[in-house]
């Protein structure tokens, strides 16, 4: 719903001409107003306008594109790249420009808040994610500088410092523009201040580097994924000798924690890291996904001091013990978001998951059990584990081998828990041909009886639709859920996974040669 004041606005910026003539006589209040009006109508000279000349101490985007009393409607998953980049050359030239209007007060911007989507709403299509955010904001604050001593103008802007938050994303590609502005941040009238990190594609050497000048004090959220090489030790090294105050969220590369390979001194390594980790007091969330860590779970965990609110061990190699002991923690009774994929839960842990689940009913909101080869003969179970959690809002069980029988009597439950509005389910077993097993390579998943598969996702619609539960949202993503973070630098990732293989044949074919 809009009110009148926002369809002014709207009709104002629809002629861009206009609204840049205009902008001078608009009172400060009516800038936000305007903002969310021209971002909603892509009006990008508008939207450099309004910032180049903007009035407030503060410029958040998320309260900006967020629901408003004058406009309900929430634009944060709108990441336009003509909108946004129109915003930062705005910044840009509300540096460089004296503003005929308003004295400068900005002081403070927070791009933070805005959610990265598959499908964008925006007429353009085009998005700018978090690590085009991350270097176009690197590369606005190089060609600052350079504009400034371009035009001398060293004098008129010594007084400026805003201080900019950012989600940061890195990969080897922005690595040195990036290091770049923030080794020219004493110099430069805008200050980033990152507040979640995440890196992808980066040398040990790499990462701890630029850990240390995003200043690691004010960083809340750390993310290190996929192709950085870390192990024990040197997570060990980054919590010892990087500072993390205010850590709420860490995830760690996959196989950072290997007990396969871990020796008698290891375990004494393990022990303090789990110590180190209870000095992070802020820390709710833990992503430890495809480190094996059979039976030591409980010396990562039991440290803590704060209950943990978000618990990613999917493919961790978890056994009875693991089980045990997280049905019966105190985390237990905290997690709202909780991952167990990879692991055959209702198959060789009933007791316990039933307990887990149990006990984290209260509370838990997001669960995800995809490939944990969970059958029809375990579907009572798993409808008396889901039953109590009414609290959930995000159900995922891809990649189970559950006939169509089984996924009628789940989509029954679903139309009772009542906050439930986001469903991934796998494509039924009867659409398969019978001699497919589980886990299903990629070749065979797609390899399924399409027709069969349209008319029973027809019939778990209906049983939905018949419950009222339109807000309920349900999805086959065959390959997983989407990644925005993934999508937005597969190409490099891919080019990092080829040189890796390469390297590793090279390594082959020398200690062959040696051989012979």
């Given amino acids: ?12 910026v629809s002629d ?5 003539r205009s902008i001078v006589h608009v009172t400060q209040n009516l800038y936000p107003l305007l903002f969310k009006a021209s971002y909603l109508q892509e009006q990008a000279t508008v939207l450099h306008d309004l910032v180049e000349n ?52 900005l002081k403070v911007v927070d791009l933070t808040g ?28 190089f060609d600052l500088l350079v504009e400034i001593q371009a035009r001398e103008l060293e004098d008129l802007v010594a007084d400026i410092s ?19 502005a923030l080794l020219l941040r004493g110099q430069c009238p805008l200050k980033i201040r990152c507040v979640e990190f995440r890196a992808d594609s980066l040398a040990l050497r790499k990462l701890f580097y630029i850990i240390k000048l ?7 959220k750390l993310e290190l994924v996929h192709n950085i090489r870390m192990e024990m030790e040197h997570f060990d090294f980054l919590l010892s000798e990087v500072p993390l105050p205010l850590l709420r969220s860490l995830t760690l590369p996959a196989r950072t924690f290997d007990v396969r390979r871990m020796t008698q001194g290891d375990e004494s390594l393990l022990v303090k ?13 833990l992503n430890l996904a495809f480190s094996t860590l059979t039976g030591r779970i409980r010396k990562i965990l039991s440290p803590l001091k704060t209950p943990l609110h978000s618990l990613n061990v999917s493919s961790c190699c978890l056994n009875h013990a693991d089980m045990a002991y997280l049905a019966n923690s105190l985390h237990a009774e905290y997690l709202e978001v909780l991952d167990l994929s990879g692991h055959s839960v209702a198959d060789l842990f009933p007791s316990t998951f039933f307990k887990l689940l149990g006990r984290a009913s209260r509370t838990l909101r997001s669960l995800t059990l995809e490939e944990c080869n969970i059958s029809d003969e375990h579907i009572n179970l798993l409808l008396l584990a889901l039953e109590p959690c009414k609290k959930l809002t995000h159900f995922s069980f891809l990649g189970n081998p559950l006939t169509s029988r089984s996924l009628r009597r789940l989509f029954q439950l679903f139309t009772e828990l009542p ?31 399409r027709e069969r598969f349209a008319e029973i996702n027809q019939e778990l619609m209906i049983i939905l639709s018949q419950a009222n539960r339109y807000d309920i949202v349900a999805s086959t993503p065959l390959f997983g859920s989407f990644d925005s973070n993934i999508q937005e630098t597969c190409n490099e990732l891919s080019v990092v996974l080829l040189q890796s293989f390469t390297d590793a044949i090279s390594n082959l074919l020398t200690a062959l040669k040696q051989v012979d």
């Fill in 114 to 141: 805005l959610n990265d989507i598959e499908f964008q709403a925006c007429d353009c299509g085009n998005a700018l994610g978090r690590w085009g955010r991350t270097e176009l904001m690197a590369r606005t604050c």
């Fill in 273 to 285: 890291i789990g110590e180190r980790l209870s000095e992070l007091k802020f820390l709710a969330e």
């Fill in 214 to 220: 995003v200043k690691s004090e004010t960083l809340q």
């Fill in 54 to 105: 903007w009035p407030l101490a503060e410029f958040n985007i998320s309260k900006l594109l967020g629901k408003t009393a004058d406009c309900e409607k929430d634009l944060c998953n709108r990441t336009c790249q003509i909108c946004l980049q129109a915003c930062l050359t705005g910044l840009k030239d509300y540096i460089l420009n004296s503003s005929a209007t308003y004295a400068k007060r």
């Fill in 419 to 449: 906050l439930l509005c986001k469903v991934e389910f796998p494509v039924p077993k009867d659409c398969y041909p019978p001699t497919f097993t589980y886990p299903l390579t990629d070749e065979n998943l797609v390899k399924y009886d």
């Fill in 16 to 20: 861009a001409q206009v609204a840049q």
């Fill in 162 to 180: 805003v201080e900019v938050f950012m989600s940061m994303f890195v990969t080897q590609r922005s690595y040195e523009v990036v290091v770049d």
């Fill in 1 to 12: 719903m809009k009110t009148l004041r926002f369809i002014s606005a709207q009709a104002l």
